[in-house]
């Protein structure tokens, strides 16, 4: 009896190790597979998740931007700085119109060729450089039927307050401080007399005819002559072949009149190469042009062929200023070492797509100018809100912007222009 108890006991506490043995397994396996199963789910949400994170961002940046400039034969500049930015971002998200050469007298095709581009529904910012008469109605009938987009214009020529009423961003360059300080630098540079060139239609204008007052006044003050010109306006019947033909035509007859002392400043960009020809062959200053560019009328009046230095403005400088100096130019002509134009085109687009992505403020002028930046490296610019001369208010949406002046020579120099400071009167004169 006492050896089947054992058996027995044994077999019992077998039994018992066994069924606990079982019971350790069994619960083991299934929590193993729940953690499995759980982690699985887990790993697809996250997958889930990054792959519409990644739908939206390609959703986000799946939007175009439009650019419309002058033609090549008008503004040069300004069509290479849209087709630079163009040619970084791709032909399938920036999109390039050209107004009118003739725009006065096609204000029609003007405005249509500026609200065409909000027919694209994927179409979130539209910049205008030079924003000439019609891009304030334009930019009014776009915000009609597409609030959204962003309409930006560069280097207006209608009145600031007024484009500034229909645009969400104006960017002129500055006229105010340049009015001083291109006179100021003729004035360091020895001239004694100042010839600003233009007609009509441009002194109607706010920008211009402001500018001329500050000139006329900042010559007063350094002492100098201000003398006005009168040329052909090449939107009218002469074109531009007869607009030029003018002043090449008159230059030997003003340089002789005004001496070899005398400043020129013409607020034509097809007045620029003639003008630049006819002082290079007579005498006479020229500190920058109306929308400054070492590509504004150098290689035309000096004969470069600019092919291979495309695109870098370091070695178009380089080549231009040799071209100058050899010319007996040195210490007497300038620019700003990167074009204004082929700038405020590309810089401006780039600054519409940094506020679309989150990255900069739409009236930001520090955001404005790191834009800017990007297609002028090593640039120094300055800038400040545009003054109403009659209210004295500095307009929110409206900026005045200039680079420093560079007399070429050898070697050429910086003016300092941006770390002048503008006497304040010259801020409301007009």
Not at 54 to 79: F, K, L, N, P, W
Not at 147 to 169: Q, R
Not at 203 to 226: D, Q
Not at 399 to 410: E, K, P
């Amino acid at each position: 009896m006492k050896r089947i108890a054992k058996v027995m006991a044994s077999v019992l506490l077998l039994s018992t190790v066994l069924t606990a043995c079982g019971s350790s397994n069994g619960g083991a396996t299934i929590e193993t597979v729940a953690k499995t199963e759980a982690a699985t789910e887990a790993a697809k949400d996250d997958k889930a998740e990054t792959e519409a994170a990644t739908e939206a961002a390609e959703a986000d940046s799946d939007y175009h931007i439009g650019i419309v400039t002058g033609s090549v034969s008008q503004s040069e500049d300004d069509r290479r700085g849209a087709e630079a930015f163009q040619a970084k971002y791709g032909e399938d998200r920036v999109i390039l119109a050209t107004y009118p050469d003739n725009f006065t007298e096609e204000l029609e095709t003007t405005v249509q060729t500026i609200v065409n581009l909000s027919d694209d529904p994927e179409m979130k910012a539209i910049i205008v450089n030079q924003a000439i008469p019609g891009t304030t109605e334009a930019f009014r009938q776009i915000k009609e039927r597409r609030p959204d987009i962003i309409c930006i214009a560069g280097e207006s020529h209608e009145d600031l307050p007024e484009i500034g009423s229909a645009a969400d961003l104006v960017c002129n360059n500055d006229f105010v401080a340049r009015g001083y300080l291109i006179i100021r630098t003729a004035h360091e540079l020895g001239c004694d007399t100042f010839v600003h060139i233009s007609f009509p239609r441009h002194l109607s204008y706010e920008t211009m005819s402001r500018r001329v007052a500050i000139m006329k006044a900042a010559c007063e003050e350094f002492g100098m002559n201000f003398v006005m010109e009168s040329a052909p306006d090449p939107t009218t019947d002469v074109g531009v072949p007869g607009a030029q033909a003018y002043i090449a035509e008159h230059v030997p007859e003003w340089v002789e009149k005004y001496g070899q002392n005398s400043a020129y400043f013409c607020t034509n960009d097809a007045h620029t190469e003639p003008l630049l020809r006819g002082l290079l062959e007579n005498g006479g200053y020229f500190i920058e042009a109306d929308l400054p560019s070492p590509l504004m009328g150098y290689p035309g009046a000096l004969g470069l062929d600019l092919t291979e230095e495309a695109g870098d403005f370091t070695k178009i400088l380089a080549k231009v200023e040799s071209a100058v100096v050899e010319k007996g130019g040195a210490g007497r002509f300038g620019t700003w070492a990167y074009s204004y134009g082929y700038t405020v085109s590309a810089g401006l687009a780039q600054h519409a797509m940094n506020v679309i992505d989150g990255n900069s403020e739409l009236t930001d002028i520090d955001d404005i100018s790191k834009a800017y930046e990007e297609f002028s490296p090593g640039a120094a610019w300055n800038g400040s809100n545009y003054t109403n001369a009659d209210t004295g208010v500095k307009a929110d949406n409206t900026f005045l912007i200039y680079q420093d002046t560079y007399i070429m020579g050898d070697p050429g120099k910086y003016m300092g222009s941006t770390e002048i400071e503008v006497p304040e009167k010259y801020f409301t004169t007009k």
